[in-house]
């Protein structure tokens, strides 16, 4: 995983992730992030969620013992993250036995006019690992999906695309610009088989898929990815966890209708779950994730992505209600 092909940085952005999601204590059960968030998948200075999310689970691990294992985190995102200011992780610890410790945390951000504004709040769940097992079990992908060394890159698939007249350049410059924190430090293969991987996360909207006639809640989407740089601790691989699983889920439901961002007028992630079901995995090694929409009403959407090893075990996934509205209509000036 070279990291030569993820996208130049500047001195002041994380080269790796575990550089991005790293923390620094700054007073008793309150952490710092060194890097300021960045955005992605927007044109405002509004951070990527999974830039806090992985800060936040990176300072709850700080304050539990290593031989606890996350396996679950809730939260709720409060108020749009700034690109301009560093990220403040307040921890409470709820609770602490023999076999489990909670932990929750506020992320919060100093404002211009140096007010404090709370962005999100997560309760961060650990168990103590070596616990004896009565029953394993994991369910399945939807769809077979093609292996990684079947499968092409976002920058392959686009290429290919505009060669072939279904993309514009200007349309997969865009493209490359908005994901490009993601593909700094992922490496990721679009699976043929999935609908993103055919309509290119919806931004080529009028290119037929081979799932178009089933109902919206069947369609799936599905890739691998890897980290392109060694995570040496198991607390920074939740929290890369974290980080990546965000991706895309607010806006699967418009790629999955042949639409992309900019046909939203609003589109962004409410609260989530993140579950983990494994405790011998690593981010460096291939992961299939599958994307599916469950509901959407009332102005909001429900999501799922679950990610498995080339083993076919579920290894973890992240569900999240997101708002999804419409644009504003024009009212007619006589």
């Given at each position: 995983m070279?990291?030569?092909?993820?996208?130049?940085?500047?001195?002041?952005?994380?080269?790796?992730?575990?550089?991005?999601i790293s923390v620094e204590q700054i007073g008793p059960n309150v952490f710092r992030s060194r890097y300021q968030p960045e955005k992605m998948g927007n044109a405002a200075n509004i951070a990527y969620g999974g830039c806090a999310l992985g800060v936040a689970v990176n300072a709850a691990c700080q304050t539990v013992p290593s031989q606890y294992l996350l396996y679950s985190v809730t939260g709720h995102f409060l108020a749009p993250v700034s690109t301009e200011q560093k990220l403040t992780c307040s921890v409470r610890r709820l609770r602490d036995t023999r076999t489990f410790a909670t932990r929750q945390v506020e992320i919060t951000q100093t404002q211009a006019d140096m007010t404090t504004r709370l962005c999100m709040i997560i309760l961060a769940d650990f168990q103590k690992e070596g616990e004896r097992v009565m029953l394993?079990?994991?369910?399945?992908?939807?769809?077979?999906?093609?292996?990684?060394?079947?499968?092409?890159?976002?920058?392959?698939?686009?290429?290919?695309?505009?060669?072939?007249?279904?993309?514009?350049?200007?349309?997969?410059?865009?493209?490359?610009?908005?994901?490009?924190?993601?593909?700094?430090?992922?490496?990721?293969?679009?699976?043929?088989?999935?609908?993103?991987?055919q309509n290119f996360n919806g931004m080529a909207k009028a290119h037929p898929t081979g799932q178009d006639a089933l109902p919206l809640t069947a369609r799936t989407s599905a890739d691998w990815f890897r980290v392109r740089h060694p995570i040496p601790h198991r607390l920074e691989e939740y929290a890369g966890l974290a980080f990546v699983l965000d991706a895309f889920l607010s806006f699967l439901p418009l790629a999955h209708s042949g639409m992309f961002l900019d046909d939203a007028g609003a589109c962004a992630s409410l609260d989530f779950s993140m579950r983990v079901f494994a405790a011998d995995w690593g981010l460096e090694n291939w992961h299939l994730r599958e994307l599916k929409t469950v509901a959407g009403a009332d102005g909001r959407t429900y999501t799922e992505a679950r990610m498995w090893d080339q083993g076919g075990r579920l290894v973890a996934n992240m569900t999240q209600q997101c708002i999804l509205r419409p644009k504003r209509e024009l009212k007619a000036v006589l």
């Open positions: 070279s990291p030569a092909s993820s996208p130049p940085t500047t001195p002041a952005q994380a080269r790796t992730l575990a550089e991005h394993s079990y994991s369910t399945p992908p939807d769809r077979t999906y093609s292996p990684p060394e079947a499968c092409l890159t976002p920058q392959e698939i686009g290429t290919d695309m505009v060669k072939r007249g279904i993309l514009t350049e200007e349309a997969f410059a865009q493209y490359t610009k908005l994901f490009s924190l993601i593909a700094r430090f992922f490496e990721t293969r679009q699976t043929p088989e999935g609908v993103s991987g």
